[in-house]
């Protein structure tokens, strides 16, 4: 004869096991869902400290030049005049005008720049050397090619060598990173020349400027 | 690799029949003529020597082109919507590119054959192990009016400095960028003929397979994977092999290789 005691034990092993049947799948989705979600709180972290500049209303509002593709199969980039409040501190400026430029234009074909892409962060050296931290998606997200990648780095460049005089060559980064080459092809190792000449002139406010509206001018080619 | 350099004052003698595989000496830092003073990248990894000088020079210059097919490997490059990968098309028109060469007189050393991807610098050393060579590298873009095809050519880099007589690894174009325009634009003119809408002249950009190469270094890169049907790709390979060909031929005679050691192309 059996002990009941017996009985007892070998029933509530029965319920652990199963018990343990059913939570284990749930415990396991959760280990997934935490280690997914620490994957992404570095890139979500970067994103929530490096939100776009706000424009300041109350910054003097100048005449902008976004450089933007001229269509869809050329190479080429034209200027588009667009009034802005911009900062006159050049870093400040710097992303203003980048976080513009990568918003994109009106019509979202012209752009050269991905969709998805962010400017992290923003830097500028004494001697005139800008350093600007982009994530990830710029490089992923760029069409490959020699023309694609060029027709993005002349954007970001001819921009600021419009807008930004203190800006006289730009270092790009991808998070954080120097990276060989933006999408197999553009070399990224070295700087690009943004303003050959050392113009540390204060940026003067456009005198013509339209509070109220963004106007956009018509593109106009640089000789 | 700041201080790897690549010694112009070299009077190795280098067969053109070695290929990016060969092994290379390690950088001595000294220019002697019967021993191959070597850039290496990578920490000598895959060195290579770099100079315009010496045995093809001697027999009359350009007699070597090295044929780039981009990427390969885990690297597809340009991808289209139709499956095609630009490290595949690319070594399908090297193969006809080569054949075209070949016909002019050129021997092609290509830096890779199959579905590898050697790094940037073994394939600029497959270029700066020859002499009297010309480095073609291919590409097809993403982007771009369709059926064209652009040359193009390093930017400027910062003048050769080191009075030594070595060029830095990083810039070792920078001694080639006249010629290499001289070459880019050749290309380009053949290719504009063939291929209606094309630029006339050479272009420039920082492309970094140039910056490495000890040599006339060229890009060129036809548009573009986005084509519906594959087919529209190859019916361009046989111009594209025939315009770097002729252009390989016409740039011939005009690139006059010092033979005296020491002197800058």
Redesign the interface.
């Known amino acids: 004869m059996t002990p009941r005691w017996k009985y007892w034990l070998i029933g509530g092993l029965v319920i652990a096991v199963i018990a343990a049947a059913i939570y284990f799948p749930i415990l396991r989705r959760r280990v997934k869902r935490a280690a997914r979600l620490q994957q992404q709180s570095e890139e979500q972290a970067r994103r929530e400290l490096t939100q776009p500049i706000a424009i300041n209303p109350g910054d003097p509002r100048v005449k902008t030049k976004l450089f933007w593709a001229l269509d869809t199969?050329?190479?080429t980039l034209v200027p588009v005049t667009v009034e802005l409040p911009l900062s006159n501190d050049p870093v400040l400026r710097s992303k203003q005008v980048l976080n513009t430029l990568l918003a994109g234009p009106v019509d979202a074909e012209l752009r050269t720049l991905p969709p998805d892409a962010l400017l992290l962060a923003f830097y500028l050296l004494p001697d005139g050397t800008a350093i600007a931290d982009f994530s990830e998606a710029l490089a992923t997200s760029i069409?490959?090619?020699?023309?694609?990648e060029?027709?993005a780095?002349n954007s970001i460049t001819r921009t600021l060598e419009a807008n930004v005089p203190q800006v006289q060559r730009l270092k790009i980064l991808i998070h954080g990173q120097e990276v060989?080459?933006l999408a197999?092809?553009?070399?990224l190792?070295?700087t690009?020349v943004v303003n050959t000449q050392p113009a540390l002139a204060p940026v003067k406010p456009a005198s013509t400027s339209t509070p109220g509206a963004d106007k956009l001018a018509q593109p106009e080619r640089k000789p | 690799m700041g201080l790897l350099s690549v010694a112009l004052l070299a009077a190795v003698m280098v067969s053109p029949s070695q290929t990016a595989t060969q092994t290379q000496q390690p950088a001595t830092g000294t220019a002697q003529p019967a021993n191959p003073p070597a850039a290496t990248p990578q920490g000598g990894v895959a060195g290579s020597v770099a100079s315009p000088f010496g045995a093809q020079a001697q027999q009359g210059g350009l007699n070597v082109v090295v044929l780039d097919p981009a990427h390969g490997g885990t690297d597809p490059g340009a991808r289209g919507t139709g499956g095609i990968r630009e490290s595949e098309i690319v070594l399908d028109f090297a193969i006809q590119v080569r054949r075209a060469l070949e016909l002019q007189g050129f021997q092609v050393v290509q830096t890779r054959q199959g579905n590898d991807n050697p790094s940037f610098d073994d394939r600029s050393a497959s270029a700066n192990a020859q002499r009297g060579a010309v480095f073609v590298t291919l590409h097809i873009s993403s982007t771009g009016l369709q059926s064209t095809a652009r040359v193009y050519v390093n930017s400027d880099l910062a003048p050769v400095a080191d009075s030594n007589g070595l060029i830095p690894w990083e810039r070792a174009q920078a001694p080639f960028l006249g010629l290499s325009r001289k070459f880019g634009d050749l290309v380009q003119g053949f290719l504009t003929q063939r291929f209606k809408g094309s630029p006339d002249a050479a272009q420039t950009a920082s492309v970094r397979q140039l910056r490495t190469t000890a040599a006339p270094a060229i890009a060129v890169e036809i548009s573009s994977v986005t084509v519906e049907d594959r087919a529209d790709l190859d019916r361009m390979a046989p111009g594209v092999a025939d315009a770097i060909a002729r252009g390989a031929a016409a740039f011939k005679p005009t690139y006059v290789v010092p033979n005296s050691p020491g002197a800058l192309p």
Do not use: A, K, R, Y
């Not at chain 1, 069409?143 to 694609?148: E, F, K, L, Q, Y």
């Not at chain 1, 197999?184 to 070399?187: A, P, S, V, Y």
């Open positions: 199969i050329d190479s069409p490959s090619g020699i023309v694609s060029q027709l780095v060989e080459t197999g092809h553009l070399d190792t070295g690009f």
